[in-house]
């Protein structure tokens, strides 16, 4: 199985400030890699697909990058509502195996 | 509007068995593989089962395996997860998604764009 590790497991921030959560699979994935965003008692919302791709309607200040094991969520300037929990997920296997990583919280400092 | 709503979920005794049932509207149901997700309290995101769009193909984690059936009813526009023998370990809210897909540089990506509200099973005696 595919393995997705998170880092960090928790970040503090303010609003504005630009910030940069990790993923880094255990094996490649090329861009086969989604974010998602969840917030307490809510199910979890799609950021991003494909690595790089913004799902409709979320905000122009989320962007992914990577591809292969490294990849990257950046929020350009914090808004209050972006503090919640940040989870990855590869779709790369063939078994519909899409594992997830262990999740960021975000916190307001 | 893409709709899905989970039911089903409640308090059940280890060892014992429950169906979850997720409605599906809004979309072609019959088109798309389905997938349960479910997430302890106060944990992560678990990756749990998974079906093709025609039920022709199912996966299972490992946690589950032997234990949950998945299924769907692409005549009714639902999807199902049949779990017995439930341990306390599999408390739970339970989330079905819908298995969203994009083409893109020549291949397809997979991602789950709708998810459910979520349904809780509780274990305890």
């Known amino acids: 199985d595919i393995q997705m590790t998170q880092s960090p497991s928790s970040l503090s921030a303010s609003v504005g400030d630009r910030v940069t959560i990790t993923c880094r699979a255990s094996?490649?994935?090329?861009?086969?890699l989604n974010w998602y965003q969840q917030k307490p008692g809510k199910a979890p919302k799609l950021l991003i697909y494909a690595a790089s791709s913004l799902q409709s309607g979320v905000p122009s200040r989320f962007s992914g990058s990577g591809s292969g094991t490294d990849f990257t969520l950046t929020i350009s300037s914090l808004q209050p509502e972006d503090f919640a929990t940040y989870y990855c997920?590869?779709?790369?296997?063939?078994?519909?195996?899409?594992?997830f990583g262990q999740g960021t919280k975000l916190e307001i400092k | 509007e893409v709709q899905l709503v989970e039911s089903g979920g409640g308090l059940v005794q280890p060892g014992g068995s429950l169906r979850l049932s997720c409605a599906a509207s809004g979309f072609t149901f019959s088109s798309y593989a389905m997938h349960w997700v479910r997430q302890a309290p106060g944990k992560g995101l678990e990756y749990v089962s998974a079906i093709s769009s025609n039920g022709g193909s199912t996966y299972y984690a490992n946690s589950v395996k032997g234990r949950f059936t998945i299924s769907r009813d692409n005549s009714k526009n639902t999807l199902y997860l049949q779990m017995g023998s439930l341990r306390a370990e599999d408390m739970a809210v339970y989330y079905c998604a819908r298995e969203g897909y994009y083409y893109g540089s020549g291949s397809y990506y997979f991602s789950f764009d709708y998810w459910g509200q979520g349904t809780l099973v509780t274990v305890s005696s």
């Open positions: 094996q490649s994935i090329s861009s086969y």
């Open positions: 997920q590869q779709s790369y296997s063939t078994s519909y195996m899409y594992t």
